[in-house]
């Protein structure tokens, strides 16, 4: 089993930053590749970015790549979301989520339902 958890979330001004982070505990992650993934109210749950465990290989939504950027720390079991020039569109519950990495294609990585373990949700709010 595998538990995740997010930090890091808050309330920013349009054109700031946040570092997200998501901790990963019950088992090693070699084998598998965590997501980023984001709600807004009254939207579906949508693909941010995708970090693969073993490899390093990241993969971005298209229209955040200039923005955002995620990376891992083996040594905290740990996936971090630096996000950059935030705007008020960027405002929802982020969730990290984790998956194995046994396929790239684009339905795999960026589809929610293809992800087995999730975090409770961080929320960042970013202000006018």
């Known amino acids: 089993q595998v538990q995740l958890v997010e930090s890091g979330g808050g309330l920013v001004q349009a054109g700031g930053s946040l570092r997200l982070s998501c901790t990963a505990s019950g088992r090693t992650f070699s084998s598998y590749a965590v997501g980023w993934f984001r709600q807004a109210p009254g939207k579906d749950r949508e693909f941010v970015a995708r970090?693969?465990?073993?490899?390093?290989?990241?993969y971005y939504a298209g229209s955040l790549k200039a923005r955002f950027t995620i990376s891992k720390d083996n040594a905290e079991n740990t996936v971090h979301l630096q996000m950059n020039s935030l705007k008020p569109e960027d405002t929802a519950v982020y969730y990290c989520a984790a998956q194995l990495d046994t396929l790239t294609n684009l339905y795999y990585t960026t589809t929610p339902s293809t992800y087995t373990y999730w975090g409770q949700g961080t929320q960042v709010t970013v202000s006018s």
């Open positions: 970090i693969a465990w073993g490899s390093g290989s990241t």
